[in-house]
């Protein structure tokens, strides 16, 4: 939808663009009943990516998202990091063309303010007054995406300075033909991951951060013991009668929790702290005397509900 949002703005009438260098969609045969094509419509290949593609893009600032031609034939790139391409993407958000992040964060730099980081301003988006955010079927994605992409060049930009101090002092710095390899699907050269900047553990998207917990869950087993319970808790949100009243009384009014998943997950969690305050840490009533250690973990389901998988280690004797 926000690639559909961008080409349906370069492709407006009322735009003083040419029509767009996208590639469009055509029937090969126009023979028997043929769904119909929006011509606003970008194609995108389906077919899946080799896994290196994707390491490549993590260095986004230098990617082209695509290209904006103006009206006399000349093509502008439009990259990652372009602070307008919020607003780009979505028109229905911004139809003024203001308040998308890169604006507040300028104008709060020329103040000499305090900076909002790129986080703060999702929370503050999803948060606000302002309904259209949370009830976007992309925007909350897509910013989770983007963020994750900041931290991962923030990551990578300390490890390069860090790595810059310590060849220094060290005088092992490599040269600049040492840190690039050929690409195994093009004859480009690019930045030989290995040698500088894997994908950090703090990227819940990346493998190396359920490398780390399974690490800190096999320690805990391996010090204490196996768990005393493991503990399984999903959605049940047709039949949570609170939750369809919040929906009913909040934003659209619309009271299918798929629908709401910004709602549907902060009630989960709602539920949840108040499972682990007022049953499992009271000791009357779970008849636990203690939690001695525990491990939880947060998936979601391809149609978006969440569930836990939880490990305790229990002790039914006084401290």
């Known amino acids: 939808m926000a690639y559909h ?28 009943p043929t769904p119909s094509v929006n011509f606003s419509d970008i194609v995108m290949p389906s077919y899946i990516f080799p896994d290196e593609v994707h390491n490549e893009d993590a260095h986004y600032s230098r990617l082209a998202i695509g290209f904006l031609q103006s009206s006399n034939e000349h093509q502008i790139p439009l990259r990652f990091t372009d602070p307008e391409l919020e607003a780009i993407l979505f028109p229905d958000l911004f139809p003024d063309g203001h308040g998308y992040y890169g604006e507040i964060s300028n104008r709060l730099s020329s103040l000499n303010n305090d900076a909002l980081t790129y986080g703060k301003y999702i929370k503050m988006r999803l948060l606000g007054f302002d309904s259209r955010f949370r009830l976007h079927p992309v925007w909350m994605m897509w910013s989770y995406m983007q963020l994750e992409k900041l931290r991962n060049f923030q990551n990578n930009a300390r490890i390069f300075r860090q790595r810059h101090v310590d060849s220094t002092h060290t005088n092992t710095r490599h040269s600049g033909i040492q840190w690039l390899r050929q690409s195994h699907y093009t004859h480009d050269m690019i930045v030989d991951e290995d040698r500088s900047m894997p994908l950090p553990t703090f990227i819940r998207t990346g493998n190396s951060y359920f490398a780390e917990k399974e690490h800190h869950l096999n ?10 319970l493991f503990v399984t808790l999903s959605m049940a949100e047709t039949k949570w009668i609170h939750l369809k009243e919040i929906l009913r009384n909040t934003d659209n009014g619309d009271i299918n929790p798929t629908n709401r998943p ?17 049953l499992w ?10 939690i001695c250690d525990f491990f939880e973990r947060v998936e979601f389901q391809n149609r978006g509900a969440a569930h836990l998988h939880i490990l305790k280690l229990l002790s039914y004797e006084e401290p």
């Open 281 to 290: 840490n009271n000791s009357r009533l779970s008849g636990w005397k203690r």
């Open 262 to 278: 910004f709602h549907e997950c902060m009630y989960f969690m709602q539920r949840f702290r108040s499972l682990k305050k007022r």
């Open 219 to 228: 320690s805990m087993v391996k010090a204490k013991g196996l768990p005393t």
């Open 5 to 32: 949002s961008l080409a349906s703005r370069l492709t407006t009438s009322n735009s003083n663009l040419s029509p767009t260098v996208w590639p469009q969609a055509t029937h090969i045969s126009n023979e028997g």
